[in-house]
């Protein structure tokens, strides 16, 4: 018994040594000043309602965001958590809903083929391939990191 009551404070120990140097650095306000104007961020406040904006500007008394109805500030007592949103791979992803257009494409080319090959399976690549890049395009694949997290004592 006495082993694992050692075994776990040790465990603990290290966990716990091991996450506050990055616990400390995201509760810096001051990793706020690496955000670029114009970046799409979250700022999540104390009463856990979440605001999404292009930043617009970052001082010691809080944080702006430019919004469709125009600019929002938030107090810096108020925010608990920020975050910003990873570049999204629009280009990547149309380009694999093209691939996979021309992929469910080629089976039905195939199947249709007779001697005119061009009469008989031009119709089939624009009706799979073009869609196909459309909805690529259209899938979301931005990921939120957390930026800034407010100490709570």
Known sequence: MKKLIATAALIISIFGTASSPLWAAKSNWSNLNTLKQGELIRIVLNDASSHEGAFRIVNDEGITLRRARGEQSFARKDISRVYI????????????????????????????YRNEWWRSTAWVWPVFVGPGAVIGGEVPTGVWHEVYHARRH
Do not use: Q
């Open 85 to 112: 949103k990873s570049k999204d791979h629009e280009v990547r992803n149309i380009f694999i809903g093209a691939a996979i257009g021309a992929a469910l494409a080629t089976p039905l080319a195939l199947a249709n």
